[in-house]
């Protein structure tokens, strides 16, 4: 089945920087790449997402990048803000199946200020 | 709209007793997942249903544990005989269908926490 790993567990930056955090996965047939925003106590929110049939999304600071060749991407959050601050997980799905997420163990982003 | 809706927010019981956990995914939402959430861990999946077709048990971690969903709409998880081990955060999920099948995007609940003592 689908494993994926995910880099860093924790990162810490000061407002207005850029957090960058990775994911790979080990099956190339997976299509479909979301990413979640937990904050303390919520539900799993979708942020972005992205296909296999493109290499970059963007949605005002946040930004998927994809490598389907070297089985990883990658979220970036520029202009970094407090509400920010949460838990990120990534995922990876063989879409037309079952569609069962398989995700990352998460990042937990600290923005200071 | 309403979102995904679980209930009871929080459950504790004791050591060995059974619980129920139900899940109202959004209406018109034909498949529908249950995960686990462990403290400070990631998601692990547990089941998945999807219209009429059987569900996806690969996931339920032993026999103590099942599901059904009635209707196509409603969902229940049921813990039997229930461990510590088995505290937890338990979420909800559900996906719309379009042309071709469901759509991947899942829309989760807010989760019932599960304290077993």
């Known amino acids: 089945g689908e494993n994926v790993e995910q880099h860093p567990s924790t990162l810490s930056v000061q407002e207005g920087d850029s957090a960058v955090i990775k994911c790979t996965y080990s099956?190339?047939?997976?299509?479909?790449f979301p990413w979640y925003k937990q904050e303390l106590g919520k539900r799993p929110q979708l942020i972005i997402d992205i296909r296999s049939n493109v290499g970059e999304k963007k949605d005002q600071r946040i930004a998927v990048t994809l490598n389907k060749t070297a089985k990883h991407f990658s979220l970036h959050i520029t202009e970094t803000q407090p509400e920010d601050s949460a838990v990120y997980f990534c995922?990876?799905?063989?879409?037309?199946?079952?569609?069962?997420?398989?995700f990352g163990t998460g990042t937990q982003l600290k923005v200071e200020l | 709209g309403a979102g995904v809706s679980q209930s009871p927010s929080n459950k504790v019981t004791e050591k060995g007793k059974d619980v129920e956990l139900r899940c109202d995914p959004i209406s018109g939402h034909t498949a529908l997942y249950w995960y686990r959430q462990s403290l400070g861990q990631g998601l692990e999946f547990l089941i998945y249903?999807?219209?009429?077709?059987?569900?996806?048990k690969s996931g339920l971690p032993s026999d103590r544990f099942s599901a059904e969903r009635t209707g196509g709409s409603v969902s229940t998880l049921t813990i039997q005989r229930t461990q510590q081990e088995d505290s937890a955060v338990y979420l909800c999920?559900?996906?719309?269908?379009?042309?071709?099948?469901?759509?991947?995007?899942?829309?989760f609940g807010p989760g019932t926490r599960l304290t077993v003592t």
């Open positions: 249903f999807q219209g009429n077709s059987a569900p996806d």
């Open positions: 099956d190339s047939a997976s299509n479909y």
């Open positions: 995922a990876a799905i063989l879409t037309g199946g079952g569609n069962k997420l398989t």
């Open positions: 999920a559900s996906s719309p269908r379009l042309a071709g099948g469901p759509q991947p995007e899942q829309y």
